[in-house]
């Protein structure tokens, strides 16, 4: 058997050509790689995203909003990260770690950036006064579990998604290293909504819309091919609870819509700039 240890170099340098499917879009250095300026379009917000986990944070948050009546019209335009969209000098300009999803709130004044999907849905939150309790330990408990999310889903995107789908070899100690530590994050999550509807409580929050689009879909089966019968999903039936109901809300199932460019045509939206664009512009309709 050939020896595939690998022994790393005193200094590390960057093989383009190491990095497996994602070698186009990874790079050991930040800023932009082209000049390209980004649409604007007629709403307060303009949502630059793409309809991964992260992305669809930010799109079930707009379309809750709107579900309950607030004015929060967006413009979300599809940033394309394989062709490098995130490296164009518009995006950088708004998000310099040319990550999805970046948001420019021009409702006021002087336009605001704002980058990393936490930050964006805190900043929507305070804005609106909705789905983050105002003060207290309600707001804490929602911020503990926001944060959570922040800090746990690498590992099970990055980490185990990533060995498991993606990586151009498969080896059993980063997959199993990995889907370990997913599995306790399972744990961690059933044994808090065994007791709850909702992850901090009786309400319906950004902590939810945060952590749903990594694990509940993770939950229903959605994500890393067949993880969900290699992880054992159904056994944790308190996140499967709460997956399924957060699944079934209305807003949930739009703001999965909005950016996707994968999958089923009907669920694609490549752009959103009204409400009726999921009637009329999803790609079964208007094709390729």
Avoid: C
């Avoid at 209305?250 to 752009?271: C, D, I, K, T, Y």
Wanted: aromatic share 12%; net charge negative.
């Amino acid at each position: 058997m050939a020896d595939t240890t690998y022994t790393p170099p005193k200094v590390w340098t960057w093989d383009a050509e190491s990095g497996g499917k994602f070698a186009s879009t990874n790079r050991p250095i930040a800023g932009a790689t082209h000049d390209k300026e980004l649409p604007v379009g007629k709403h307060p917000f303009q949502l630059y995203s793409l309809a991964t986990p992260n992305g669809v944070k930010v799109t079930i948050m707009f379309e809750e909003l709107l579900a309950a009546g607030h004015d929060a019209e967006y413009d979300a335009w599809l940033i394309d990260i394989g062709e490098g969209d995130q490296f164009g000098s518009g995006f950088v300009e708004i998000n310099p770690n040319s990550k999805i999803p970046a948001l420019l709130d021009r409702s006021r004044e002087t336009p605001v950036r704002v980058f990393e999907s936490g930050s964006i849905l805190m900043h929507l939150a305070e804005k609106y006064g909705a789905f983050l309790p105002a003060s207290g330990a309600a707001r804490t408990e929602t911020l503990n579990w926001l944060f959570w999310q922040m800090g746990s889903a690498p590992y099970l995107g990055g980490g185990f998604g990533h060995f498991y789908v993606y990586a151009p070899e498969k080896y059993e100690y980063p997959i199993s290293r990995f889907a370990m530590e997913v599995k306790r994050q399972l744990d961690v999550l059933d044994r808090q909504l065994a007791t709850r509807d909702f992850i901090a409580g009786e309400n319906y929050t950004i902590a939810d819309m945060a952590i749903w689009p990594w694990y509940g879909q993770l939950a229903l089966g959605r994500t890393y091919d067949d993880a969900g019968t290699f992880l054992d999903v159904g056994s944790y039936e308190h996140v499967q609870r709460w997956a399924k109901a957060i699944d079934a809300r209305p807003a949930v199932q739009r703001g999965r819509m909005v950016n996707r460019s994968f999958g089923e045509p009907e669920m694609q939206l490549h752009e959103r700039h009204d409400a009726a664009d999921f009637d009329t512009q999803t790609q079964d309709k208007i094709g390729s």
